[in-house]
């Protein structure tokens, strides 16, 4: 009982991380059908930005917040640079070519910093571990879930109460009619892809603090969680983004604690596998809406 | 054999040529690297086709090919390194695979075999799927068999990799594997399989409404790509004599879909192109990633130089030549005098193959299209409230009634886009309320849309020969009669107005159809092209036998053309009747101008 | 005379192998209702949303108040005073009331607050339902919220595309009486109509659209419903 107490606490933290990665995502997938593969890109991005940060001599807050602030205008960048020029073309070649400048930029990782992984040094309250009865929970653990629900908090109500998430939302079910209002199509595109790029940061932060490195590479395996738990939520939907990303959080750690020991290298492809298994029940995914026509 | 396939088969010999060309030059010139650059370039060249055969065909991106290609890979590694190295290597292996070896050609059916029974099991999940979930689905597949591969160390040894597959390949054997490859993949885009793959790729709902099974279509397209992928891997694994299970992850995706993508996707010559130019960019660049000497500087390595270059060559290329450099031509569209040859085949392939006459008219009387009751809600507004309709053979009739008063939600309830809440639709006396789009057209509905639906990318003759029942009536025929027989090899997309109007007609009737759907086929025609549709629909109807029921705005053109007329309003009927009738009824006149204010009638 | 608010100029729109509207050209005075009839699929929805932006036109221009209007760039056209209260209404659905009348205001804080607050006293219902999705409402109090969005901004002119489709003979009354009070009040409507009777009746000029040209315009008192009648049931060319 305890045991699945403790595993229940990792997962929720580690689904929060997932969670918030998840949302900036679909948000992008929502307002424009771009399924944006160099996102991972950005929690690199976050990851060398607080590395250097550090390496300054700055504190660990100060180099965290810098490091969420330039995954936001790393992705505004990328919408402007890449996304625009192609803003035609259709859901195959924005994936393609997202894709592509994934590549790039770990190609500038290597070049311009090096191919080896970087240490970032983390506080040491961090690594802290409190004991409740037979619970053992870091601070981390902690500290990580606060801060990823406080996220979405924050971003649940910026999309509810405020103007331009008011924008965003109405984007999202029909640009045409939110531009016959009034409302700007580039303002509202801009403000997708900064707001995007500030959760990528958000999480990036999270993960960074996670691993305490960052290699060029870094992106693979929050861009891969992304995009399993955005399809398993259901493609086009916030909610089910937030939510794919808590399942496959709890799921990864419980194959994790559960699996006989032999089978744990294998406990990503066991969790896809029956992701699919549910997939074939539900194609369209938890909170997606089924497609009528019966082809 | 028929004129498509002929075409395909001379269209893949000419490119293996130009590709047998290119290796014979380069296994030739004396320097053993720029020979075994050859076999890899043929390497190249399969996996490329391979994977061309499904995304280029269907035109859903898959990530899970790398997959295929590794698990190719292995079976072949694994059943031609000698039991010998095998019993050193992978002891905990089962014997019957520690001590069998096969000859290099049984080991990559074998590969064959595997991969095809995974695509297979896979594909059950994949094709329920929509496409873009489907392709984060192939990516799945993709991380699912990388990490298998690489955690299996009783069988992989992961990243260590197994080694010891005996040299087999030389330029020559992989020059003509890879021609043997172009022509599968060749012949299986002009098959009917790949024909109608490339119908569903331009438009879905169209796909269907001619009687193609879309899911059927891409279950063996994906399983018969696996296979091929599944071989091609294999060769590959022959090539670099060993079997590493972290080689086939990203890295390896991206470099297939740059070929693919830089060369063209929807083309296999394509994909050819997009192989060498990528292998040259490759050696050129792996030359820079070692550093090399310019008159005394020693230049650094840089390490990654390669997929920088290619990724950035990708970006570079979806900006400015979106369809890649080849497009979506293949040879024998590129070059004249095979261009002059192909359409002369083409032509009188579908001439000889089809019979002349129309799958005989059946002569029969009497309802072949019958709704009873039908009703339908949209949150919470009954845009088709209790609709009874019917239309026997031979007959037109016409279906008006104001904007939303029910008629295009009508004619979905009838051709199964949407399911009716209650009532039920009988083709042909039988009920098939809840029956596919697709199956209603094999029972012999057919249907053309309101905004013309054509398979934009394909030629005339294709899109007449796409519907899987068309082999049976006389597409040539059809043509000649809708005056389109000029234009036969044109891109649809390409042609006039009037002539798409024509050409969708035709691919109707190409179904053979016992009743036609036609959801405003007048709409933006000027008064000439409608006159000549008016005729063209009415001879058609009486030639065919089969029934049509028609929605148009044009009343001018409904009151000419139809026998009977049915009008709603808010998803009733308030009146059927002939035309005299109609124009004379006080409701419908109420219906279409507003009811009369403040009495001043 | 003065210059036209809405000048068309041989306006020509095609998409693809379609041609939607051939050189059309019509003017809209300040204070007018101008009714635009035909049947469907005349081109009336393409001349609206061009003149509202959202389509480039192949030839001809769109003048709003004397100046060209962005082509393509609709966001543009709504903030010169103009509004487009679409076919089929376009609320957002799964919006609240409330949050439908926002998307429409330019402004926050006070100003917004007064302009929800009129919006509420001219729509009681709307005041009722404020906290509602707005895909709830009935159709005639989803059209009734296209409205009151539009009206939001304050506009100049106001583009109603088929304000009554699908809605029963009653609603469509205040609807039409609705806009014809809006005229007293200084904004400017061009209404698209199938219903050629009742435009007719509540509009001071219009015009006949068929097969994408104007094929007859006048005083709405004077035009004969036996001509609109021609043009609908295809007896007359």
Redesign the interface.
Known sequence: MSQFLQQLLNGLSLGSIYAVLSLGLAMIYGTLGILNFAYGELITITGYTMYFATQAGLSFAAAAALGAIAAAVASVLMQQLVFRPLQRAGFVTLLFASFALSEVLQGVFRQAVSPRAKGIPLPDALSNTIVLGTLRISTLTIITFVVAIVALAVFAVFMRRS?AG??M??AA??L??????????GRVILLAFALSGTLAGIAGVLWISRTATVTPSTGATPILVGFIAVVLGGLGSTVGAVVGGFAFGLLEVFLEAYLPLGVVPFQFAIALVAISVLLYVRPEGLFGKAVEVKV | MNGRLRVGLMGALVTGLLLVAVVSVLALSGSKSLASTAVVLCINVMLVVSLQSFVGTTGILSFGHAAFMGIGAFTVALFTIPATLKRSQLPSTPPFVRDTTLPWPLAVGLAVLVCAVVAALMGVVLVRMTTSAMVMATFALLITAYTVLLNAVDWTRGSTGIFGVPRSMSPWIAVAVAVVFIVVVRVLGASRLGLEGRAVREDELAAASIGIDIRRNRYLLWVISAALMGAAGGIWALNVLAFDAGQFGFATTFALLAMLVVGGRESVLGAVVGAGVVLLVTELFSRVEQGFRIGGFELPRITGTVQFVLALLIILALIWRPEGIIGRAEIEELVAPLRRWAQGVRVRGNATTAPDIVAEPSMSAGIVLEGRGLSRSF???RAVDGIDIQVERGEILGLIG???SGKSTLLNLMSGVSAPDAGDVLLNGVVVTSTTVHSRARAGLGRTFQNIRLFEHLSVLDNISAPPRSEAVAGLALLTRLNLADVLAAEA?T???GQ?RRLEIARALATAPAVILMD?PA??M??EESDSLLRDIRNLAAEENCGVIIID????????LCDRIQVLE?GRTIAIGTPEEI?QNAQV?AA???????GDE | MSEPLIRVAGVTVRY?????LRDVSIEVNPGEIVAVLG????GKSTLMRTI?G?HKPTAGQVHLAGAPVESG???RV??RGL??V?EGR?I????TVE?NL???S?D?GAALHDQLDRAYERFPILGERRRQAA?TL??GEQQMLAIA?ALM?APRVILYD?PS??LA?RIVDQIFELIVGLRDEGVTSVVVE??????L?MSDRAYLLA??SVKASGRSAEMA?SD??GH????Q?
């Open positions: 103007r008011l924008h939302r109405a079910l029909d045409t009619t939110t531009r016959l209002q009034g409302v700007s199509a | 949150s919470g507004v104001p904007n939303g997309g042609l006039s107005y798409q405003e709409a933006g000027n008064e705005h044009d009343l001018r053109l409904i009151m000419r808010t124009a006149r279409y101008l507003g009811d009369p204010v403040g | 693809g192998a379609v041609t939607a049947p469907n699929g005349a509202a959202v760039s609709p966001e709504a903030r509004r487009l679409p376009q957002f659905g799964p919006m949050e926002r998307m429409g330019p926050s895909g009935s159709g969005r901004a088929e489709l699908g003979p199938q219903n050629a009777r009742r435009a009746a097969a994408g419903e609109i009648a609908y049931f295809g007896t060319r």
